[in-house]
């Protein structure tokens, strides 16, 4: 049995995304890519164990990242995380799938998509406080093979307070730590996507 328990996940075609123009890193052209991938009529559900090993499909992946102050959440991707091939790393990016739960009246719009990211956070950290939030770039990673097979959308929290706590065993070692920490002694342990995102804030 696999070990996704026949999990739906929302996905792309690959082709889509070549045709928008791929590229590798973080992509700030929101309006180009956006409202295309949320179009209903260019994604749909499939069955993650198949994605995973597909590399001419991309799972839409929304990565949140959360400020307070100067300050941005890190931590410690722990062994019960879904994603084996990311264990220990550290993030500052809480992630996650798109399932057929999140979907709403738009059927596989941008509701359904911001539900999903919604119920992602829920899930995996409790936040203290109010929060705004925009999506600030797009994410590719096509020099693995995790990213491969994923695409992610950016979004920055900019929070209240730093009071987050985690909400699950895979996050761990949760801390807040400044942009120059980040970029610095704690660099090389991120994974790609986190060293990616820390570039592009370090341009904001």
């Known amino acids: 049995m696999s070990k996704y328990a026949g999990e739906q996940i ?3 075609p690959r082709p889509l995304f070549d045709d928008l123009g791929s590229f590798q890193g973080t992509n700030a052209d929101i309006d180009k890519y956006l409202p295309v991938i949320l179009n209903p009529e260019n994604n749909f559900f499939m069955d993650r164990a198949a994605a995973e090993e597909d590399p001419t499909h991309k799972q839409l992946i929304p990565y949140a990242i959360f400020k307070a102050g100067d300050k941005f959440l890190h931590y410690r991707r722990g062994k019960s995380g879904g994603e084996a091939r990311l ?7 809480i992630g996650g799938h798109i399932n057929p739960i ?15 990211v919604e119920r992602e956070i829920e899930e995996e950290l ?3 406080g109010s929060h705004s939030q925009k999506i600030i770039a797009l994410l590719n990673d096509d020099s693995n093979e995790v990213g491969k ?3 992610g959308v950016v979004h920055l929290f900019e929070l209240e307070n730093d009071q987050v706590t985690a909400n699950e065993d895979a996050i761990a070692e949760l801390q807040f730590l ?6 610095g002694e704690y660099y090389e342990s991120l994974e790609s996507w ?3 995102c820390v570039d592009a804030l370090a341009q904001l």
Request: glycine content about 10%; cysteine-free; proline content about 0%.
């Open 10 to 12: 929302l996905v792309i």
């Open 87 to 93: 264990h220990a790393a550290g993030s500052v990016g």
């Open 102 to 116: 999140d979907e709403r009246t738009d059927h596989l719009g941008e509701a359904t998509y911001m539900a999903g």
């Open 126 to 128: 409790n936040i203290s």
């Open 149 to 151: 097979v994923h695409l």
């Open 178 to 183: 400044t942009l120059e920490q980040l970029q």
């Open 194 to 196: 986190s060293q990616k």
